[in-house]
């Protein structure tokens, strides 16, 4: 129910079901300057701290402004419920009646709900006095819902799959792939051939004239026959898309071709629109005003005047905005910097890197023709609306690594969402890591209504997918293809890369090994049982995470591992940690040891880490955000809370060189590596290797018997500052005798942005939940660069957790790979639930 950029409730049922739904008005029309003109789906938010009332819901339409609020005695109802996470809701409003009422407009709000609260939430709503219309009724076949239409097809009207079909027809009839070359008087490099095509399809995508994806136009009235939407302004275009290009195929490169080559121009129109591409709508539609007089001015679409938009004092000049931003990890920082460089002409482009210490005048960051900066720069300055950032609007903001904005809900995926730009791209490799919501924060930044809109986009996509519906595999490779580019390293030899061999090995744990993994495995088990049997599992999921996360170190090493698992359980879901400073340091020390805890709210590692007094781990920003409500619980176990409950984790030690890890006896899976090492070195001494691990103790332990065993060793982890990762990289680059030739490295610091394909060998000591952050390790050998073939290694325990978790991933790889698939797939596969974690522990 919440608009584009609030946070989903982690505690939100993944398979909810249509409880039904019930008539309401929206009320306070007057007041706002949303309009509704027909038949239209619109978004519900919750207001919490609506000063006159705190159960206010608010309703926006297609367009994300504000129509008016849900009548005070229908909210009272629904707000409590909402902000239990028992129901998410959505409305939509039939065609207004002819004689409309100023004050008010009927609303449907369908209401959903999992399995097992149903009961419940149909007993809260029918003693509340609202009447709701379930399947059961009669009147249910007057709901105007997606999810009722398709169960009762209405004739006179296109179905919802039609018109996606319709688009899908209109916007792929082309199919041409136009070559452009970027200007060598700034590009010095050579471009490969995919590289020049994602050139032609990157302009054409930035000078789209004609209307966006889902609109037509009729009698100069312009609809969105998605929702109905009617109005007379004509929208603005879709300029921008998701570069989604393979890791390792030289997206960077190809973006810097995109800022060089399409730069500013007094009337930003640098492209002639064919005629055959002109209006991206379902219907043709007639071409407007505008693309004519581009047609008639015969600009050449690679031989233009260009122009840097500035006046001779190099101050911006306020007719149209001409500076590029560019927004990255920390850890790709460097890269751009590197790869502008090594690709450009010196003084083509005037750079300024904003971060750290940093201007606070907006003029001085817009003489610039490119601005640098991070996503943890932007989440801070949040607050902040006359930031230079937040101030400027840009010609093009081009999010780098854009998978890390996966979760709508953080700080720095609002920071994005609300920059002011003409174009944006969403430029990641792995576009879906999780599920198919990760890509709903790219549609919320690119602004493609109505899928920016979380209502709609779980009405017409999430939903679906999650019941495994055909139609929401389909409708999604027809948005994707609609405002997407990807090709692959093995869907065709687009740049002559050596191959990527991949195999699994297989190692036995040895007795000893085994009879603890079986004895803590059979404990975890017992507990998560126990868990199930009280219906708790959701209280408790901060605590099964702990135990799946020992489950797996002890796969790698017992070392890394308390040897009873007994120790790390609350001793009752409500324990207070402050009165129990063991049980607190237990836990900071799980935290520490494992890279892959996700905050429950945002779902992305912690950042200022908090351990509140009924035991579960936030974000500090996140937490405190929950606090501001009316009545503060905590989001997992729903156990009141207060500023005063929460505990800040120490942090973690900023250089740990000199630590070690003792481990009185090799691992099987430790001696297993060894061994693989070996072999490689006898059959060519000169290759080098990366070994990656999510445990940063892990890669420690590692150092003294691979020294033992003769190699050069590096490492590299996300306790290091940008400066100290260049340098190892640079000298893992290094050749000669006494050269390294092993890195270890942490998947957290090592596996996005960075190069190394100095290595051809590449091992993964444990698997990952998500397969995405292993495809971005692999690639950081196997990309362009890359003279020798790479063999990866995933070492893998029989019989155990691990084995579990290749089966998850592959359900996350059918996914990510369907959504990019123009016909067929199989059966879309839900994103990680509950039943996963049952499956991972094996009950």
Known sequence: MEGPSSPSSPSTPSE?????????????LKYYSGRISGREMVALVREPLNRYDPN??????????????????????????VDASLIVI??????????????????QIHIFASPEEMPTVRAVISSSGLDLISEVDHAFALSDAVIVKEKIPDKKSRSIDKIFTAFETSSHKNGKV?????PNDIVKSELFLHQKEALGWLIHRENSAGLPPFWEEKDRIFTNVLTNYQTKEKPEPLRGGIFADDMGLGKTLTMISLIATNRYTKDDNLENVEEDEENSSVSAGKRTRASKKR??????????????GTKKDGQHNGVEPKSTLIVCPVSVFSTWTTQLEEHTKRGSFKVYFYYGERTS??????????????????ASELEWPESPINETEWLRVILDEAHVIKNVGTKQSE??????????????????????????????FLRFQPFSIKSYWRSLVQRPLDQGKASGLTRLQVLMGSISLRRTKDSGSLVGLPPKVVQTCFVELSAEERELYDRMESEAKQTVKEYMDRQSMLRNYSTILHIILRLRQICNDVALCPSDMKVLFPQTSLEDVSNNPELLLKMVSILQDGDDFDCPICLSPPTETVITCCAHIFCQPCILKTLKNMNPRCPICRHALSKSDLFLAPSQPQDDSNLTVPSPKTSSKVSALLKLLIASRVENPHAKSVIFSQFRKMLILLEEPLRAAGFVILRLDGSMNAKKRAEVIKEFGETGEHAPNVLLASLKAAGAGINLTAASRLYLVEPWWNPGVEEQAMDRVHRIGQKEEVQVTRMII????????LKLQEKKKNLAKGAFERKGGSKEEKQISMDDLRAIMSL
């Not at 136009?178 to 970027?182: F, M, W």
Request: hydrophobic share 40%.
């Open 16 to 28: 909810a079901c249509l409880v039904g739904f019930v008539i309401v008005n929206i009320v306070g």
């Open 56 to 81: 206010a819901i608010k309703v926006l339409n297609t367009r994300t402004v504000q129509v008016g609020h849900i009548e005070r005695s229908a909210a009272a109802v629904l707000a409590p419920l």
């Open 90 to 107: 959505e409305g939509i409003v039939p065609k207004p009646p002819q004689n409309k009422n100023p004050f008010r407009l009927p609303c």
């Open 178 to 182: 136009r070559i452009v070359e970027p």
């Open 295 to 308: 047609k008639r001015t015969g600009v050449s679409k690679t031989k233009r005047k260009l122009t840097d």
């Open 361 to 378: 005048n907006a003029e001085e960051v817009r003489k610039y023709d490119i601005v640098l900066t991070t996503y943890n720069t932007l």
């Open 415 to 444: 920071a994005v969402i609300n920059l002011k730009a003409k174009r944006r791209w969403a430029v990641t490799g792995t576009p879906i890591q999780n599920g198919s919501f990760d890509l709903f924060s790219l549609m919320a």
């Open 798 to 805: 029989k019989d155990s957790i691990e084995e579990r978790v």
